[in-house]
């Protein structure tokens, strides 16, 4: 058994143990309890090993996720203080732990007093709600971001941000190529309601200086001498141009801007001194500049159209080189294809009116033909037909209906009914004739009769010509009808009188019989003379 001995020594006068009284106890319990204390603490001792273990390897995990989680992290004691911050923040920003901690980086990170203020206040508020924020990293890099505060119940904060700099570049990305494609709707639009090539031209240089934010925009026209004149320009205030420029390039226009004309751009960043162009852009004080061809095609249909360069259409930067971008420069040439649409527009345009008025003074010409032609027609009694040798349709004059004694306002007669007008007598050699002239395609004379509608008889002299297509064959017969009625009368009482003279002429002693007869009746004896 497990004993406890508590011994007393008992001392002689001299010092020396005399004896001893000892008490004996039973401690079996209290080792047994020792036992077991000693096993609970071995017990509890590796319980908070393992939760000590275990804690540090969430921490480790939540350390790894925190680290390489794809957002930046901040984490705020309750007194505001700046105690943590992940991998990616120093990875963004350029910030390490240390350099925050020693630092304003407040002041630094916001150089502007607004911004700073806005971004504390924020921070201040930590309801969870997202904020764009502009953020100059370390470098001087500036870089776009949004955060959101959390208050946690014991006062911290957590502090959630992201790099939004790629997704503000997209949304300016897309802004601009929505005002890109707003402004080419505009022109395009424009060139269809409008056929004025200045306006258009006026209207472009402003909206592509606008759009770009150019300090100017430009357009250059080449005269068939290779001289080009500034006829459209807009420009800020203090680069504003003469208001007349002209240019005259030293070298082949065709080797100059043979890229131009084959479709490319001309994109210059730094203005080349043995540049053509560089006489020009130095007298206008350019430092970069944009330059895109308008190409006019030129040709027919039948030989083909090959473009010819037309002009410039030009962007200026003159307060410092500016590097335009790709995009900036597919926009002007697509700019400066839908000028080249409005500029071959108007041209047809002018071409068309010119071609308008030119047949409207032919039609008002032949008008005035046509009436001098009626009214001698009218004055010769005078009328014109035509006869369809395939389906013997005819046309006739308003002067032939007159001389047929029908109205004017009707249908003409065809072939048959034609022949149907004419005397019995005449009908057999007038078709001779007409068929004769559709086989043979030969011209002829004829002179007939027309029995108008009230029974008069008019006769009617008429000369043909013969139509032939491509293989020789007649397909129309044309020709005039004069009404001579009154000069067959003529005719008529002429043959008359003169076989009337004729007769008396061959008869001359009936008249002097006659004399003598008066004579000796005495027919003469009251007359003085």
Known sequence: LPLEVLATPILNDLGEVQYAIAAFS?????KQAQELLADYNRTLETQVQERTDALTRQWEMLQTLVDHIPVMLAFYNAEGELILVNRAIEDTL????ADLSQTDWLERAYPDARDRQCALEHWETAD???LDLTILCREGRRVETTWAHIRLSDGRQIGIGQDITARKCMEKSLRSQAEAERLLSLITQHIRQSLDLSEILATTVTEVQRHLQ???ALILKFNPENIAHVIQSVSDPQYTMPDSLSWAPDCDLKDCYEQCLQGYLRTYFTIDPSSCL???VQTLGVQTEVVAPILYPRGSQENGYRPQLWGLLMVHACQFPRPWQPAEAEFLQQISNQLAIAIYQADLYHRLQAELKERRQTEDALRQSEARLTAAQAIANLGHWDLNA???????????FEIAGLPSHQEAPGYTDFLAMCHPEDRESLNQQVTTALEEG?????VFRFIRPDQTIRHVESRAETALNAAGQVVRIFGTAQDISDRYEIDRVKDEFIGIVSHELRTPMTAIQSALM???????DDDPD
Do not use: H
Not at 26 to 30: A, C, N, P, Y
Not at 94 to 97: D, E, K, L, N
């Open 26 to 30: 039973d401690i079996t319990e209290r």
């Open 94 to 97: 350029g910030w390490s732990m």
């Open 128 to 130: 969870g709600t997202w």
């Open 214 to 216: 150019a300090d100017r």
């Open 278 to 280: 560089a006489p020009l």
């Open 390 to 400: 395939k389906t013997g349709a005819m046309t006739w004059s308003d002067q032939l």
């Open 442 to 446: 030969t011209p002829y004379k004829a």
């Open 518 to 524: 008066m004579l000796t009746a005495g027919a003469f």
